[in-house]
């Protein structure tokens, strides 16, 4: 039997880890934003727009991504931190940290809380909803011209220049202040990403390695239940 203070845990470690697949879908998706739809090339940096548009042909070019990850949550209360793996392969993935693993096959996509041996299963695609559940749902914002951006800072490094990006919204109500992006321009990479929200929640989102191009069977993107004897499972599918 869960307890309504074990829900309000469950719920607020689901609300962070949403945040976490947000992040994922910055990851993967953001260069998508370099559409010409997107924003208004007036109000954007043409700098940052080439940088941006080099990482999208690079990024392009893959067939999978797998990231090792640091993910740090500040809030006025706490700070947390937690490291894991993002693998992606087209349009599934498989999120795994220390309390939570997200996995989508692209029809379906599966929840499991490790410290409640719980799993929610929900479709993978929806229309109505305006939650961030997978990678590709990003894209919601960044269609919608609601963001411009520019370069806020570069650094030399010895391993390259660092171009700090910064996203802001057009939108007064979004809950991101802003959206901060370091891309390494030598190797055209990713180095890592923030997001400010406006209750003053900061996600940093740090990629300690990358590998390409990797082959990954079916299997890793579906949930076994045989592998976690007495799971609780709630199916949120529409049939």
């Given at each position: 039997?869960?307890?309504?203070?074990?829900?309000?845990?469950?719920?607020?470690?689901?609300?962070?880890?949403?945040?976490?697949?947000?992040?994922?879908?910055?990851?993967?998706?953001?260069?998508?934003?370099?559409?010409?739809?997107?924003?208004?090339?007036?109000?954007?940096?043409?700098?940052?727009?080439?940088?941006?548009?080099?990482?999208?042909?690079?990024?392009?070019?893959?067939?999978?991504?797998?990231?090792?990850?640091?993910?740090?949550?500040?809030?006025?209360?706490?700070?947390?931190?937690?490291?894991?793996?993002?693998?992606?392969?087209?349009?599934?993935?498989?999120?795994?940290?220390?309390?939570?693993?997200?996995?989508?096959d692209d029809?379906?996509l599966w929840?499991?809380?490790?410290?409640?041996?719980?799993?929610?299963?929900?479709?993978?695609?929806?229309?109505?909803?305006?939650?961030?559940?997978?990678?590709?749902?990003?894209?919601?914002?960044?269609?919608?011209?609601?963001?411009?951006?520019?370069?806020?800072?570069?650094?030399?490094?010895?391993?390259?220049?660092?171009?700090?990006?910064?996203?802001?919204?057009?939108?007064?109500?979004?809950?991101?202040?802003?959206?901060?992006?370091?891309?390494?321009?030598?190797?055209?990479?990713?180095?890592?990403?923030?997001?400010?929200?406006?209750?003053?929640?900061?996600?940093?989102?740090?990629?300690?390695?990358?590998?390409?191009?990797?082959?990954?069977?079916?299997?890793?993107?579906?949930?076994?239940?045989?592998?976690?004897?007495?799971?609780?499972?709630?199916?949120?599918?529409?049939?």
């Open positions: 039997m869960v307890t309504m203070a074990e829900r309000m845990e469950l719920y607020k470690k689901q609300t962070i880890m949403k945040k976490l697949i947000l992040l994922v879908s910055i990851v993967f998706c953001f260069t998508q934003m370099i559409h010409a739809q997107m924003l208004t090339p007036s109000e954007s940096d043409p700098a940052a727009k080439v940088i941006l548009q080099n990482l999208k042909r690079q990024y392009d070019k893959y067939s999978s991504v797998e990231i090792d990850f640091q993910l740090t949550r500040t809030a006025s209360d706490d700070t947390d931190i937690q490291k894991g793996k993002i693998i992606q392969q087209g349009k599934n993935f498989n999120v795994n940290s220390r309390d939570f693993q997200i996995i989508s029809k379906s929840f499991f809380n490790r410290d409640h041996n719980n799993v929610q299963i929900s479709d993978a695609e929806y229309e109505e909803s305006d939650e961030i559940m997978s990678p590709l749902d990003i894209l919601k914002l960044y269609n919608s011209n609601n963001y411009v951006y520019a370069i806020v800072d570069k650094k030399n490094t010895k391993n390259g220049t660092l171009n700090y990006i910064e996203f802001k919204p057009l939108d007064k109500f979004s809950e991101y202040s802003k959206i901060r992006v370091v891309v390494n321009e030598k190797i055209n990479k990713i180095v890592s990403l923030t997001v400010f929200m406006k209750d003053s929640t900061r996600l940093l989102f740090e990629i300690s390695n990358q590998v390409t191009d990797k082959k990954y069977d079916s299997a890793t993107f579906s949930f076994n239940e045989k592998d976690h004897p007495g799971i609780n499972k709630e199916d949120l599918r529409i049939e």
